[in-house]
């Protein structure tokens, strides 16, 4: 039997203690996005050390059944919002409702994941709160002096990070990258309190209908344990790299001109403008190691490369350095692991 300790109160609304931390828990249709509990977590580790307090923001139609999850992966008061004008995302009404709960409580601290809709809502709340923002953050710290918060924001395609921090408005505000952080287990024993908040909206706030939505799940590439990335050396030949990806078990991911020819979607693509490889191993195939690329392998444990060019970019970046063609390489390689695989 679950030993969670859940207390529901009702109309609760001083913080709990010291330093508050909010945390946007984005769903839809009734799933949690992996970078919200990401996020979460985060949240914990830093409340933890500041001896602070993590407070989770859930907005939707019917998600008062979610808080549970929520709380044992880290919250020590989930917020959730209802509403038939909240079940699908739209800025205006989120931003209006958040807004609210933020001039109420007066958190210290807002972080939100960097997906299409918390990026769109962590802009609004930031003009309408007159308050910094550190946008796709890659790491979070406090500034031991001050106790403020420091992002890590890549820039110039991943070739500098930058340490900023908010010093504008009344709550330092981030957005972090999809798949830097680990969720925590969820604990059975964590005490949360949960509360229902009032959504104050009307059918006017809400600027946007959602007519359809075609929900398209894809890999993904920042959580992929073993990946092939194929550049522009394959010439769009992609079935000896799909191969190769299969034999280990891993997924395609591609530099973005080959997207950007159209060859393979844009969710495949590797660097600053696509995904963030947090594997434990990427064989990077006929790609130059440009900055735009590289800041999207910079995590990765293990780099094979193979390439013709021994003066490559890539081959300063790799941390094993193939000097050949690939269409004359990969054929033996797969054949080697189909036979070890029998
Ligand atoms: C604002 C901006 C954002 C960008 N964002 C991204 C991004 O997110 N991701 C990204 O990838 N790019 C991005 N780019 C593009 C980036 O700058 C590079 O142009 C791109 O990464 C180059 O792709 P590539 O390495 O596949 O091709 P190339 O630079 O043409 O390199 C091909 C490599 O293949 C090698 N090669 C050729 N034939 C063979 C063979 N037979 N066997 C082995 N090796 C071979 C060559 O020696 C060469 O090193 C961005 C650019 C801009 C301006």
């Known amino acids: 039997m679950s030993q969670i300790l859940l207390q529901k ?78 079940k699908d995302y739209t800025t205006e009404a989120y931003a209006k409702v958040f807004e609210a709960q933020i001039r109420k409580r007066k958190p210290d601290v807002l972080l939100i994941g960097a997906t299409h809709n918390g990026a769109s809502l962590a802009a609004s709340l930031a003009i309408k709160l007159g308050s910094g923002l550190m946008a796709h953050v890659i790491d979070l710290e406090i500034e031991s002096d001050t106790g403020k918060l420091l992002g890590s924001v890549p820039g110039f395609g991943g070739s500098i990070v930058s340490v900023c921090k908010c010093s504008k408005g009344d709550i330092e505000m981030a957005t972090v990258r999809p798949g830097i952080f680990k969720q925590r287990e969820p604990s059975t024993s964590r005490i949360g309190v949960i509360q229902r908040i009032e959504a104050d909206l009307k059918p006017e706030d809400k600027k946007c209908k959602v007519l359809e939505r075609s929900v398209k799940r894809t890999e993904e590439l920042a959580r992929t344990e073993r990946v092939v990335v194929a550049g522009l050396g394959c010439r769009g030949e992609l079935s000896l790299p799909k191969e190769l990806a299969e034999d280990i078990g891993g997924s395609l991911g591609v530099s973005r001109p080959l997207a950007d020819k159209g060859l393979v979607p844009k969710d495949k693509v590797v660097g600053s403008t696509g995904s963030s490889l947090n594997a434990k191993l990427a064989i990077v195939l006929g790609v130059s190691g440009a900055a735009h690329f590289s800041s999207g392998i910079r995590d990765v444990k293990t780099v094979i490369a193979i390439n013709t060019d021994s003066n490559s970019q890539i081959f300063k970046l790799a941390d094993y350095c193939v000097k050949g063609d690939l269409f004359e390489i990969l054929p033996y390689l797969t054949a080697e692991l189909e036979s070890s695989s029998k």
């Open 9 to 86: 109160e009702e109309g609760k609304e001083e913080n709990m203690n010291g330093h508050e931390i909010f945390v946007f828990i984005e769903q839809t249709d009734g799933t949690i996005e992996d970078v919200s509990l990401e996020v979460l977590g985060k949240a914990r580790e830093i409340a933890d050390k500041l001896g602070g307090s993590v407070t989770a923001v859930l907005f939707g139609e019917n998600v008062e059944s979610l808080t549970g999850e929520v709380a044992k992966s880290g919250a020590d008061l989930v917020l959730y919002g209802e509403s038939s004008l909240l």
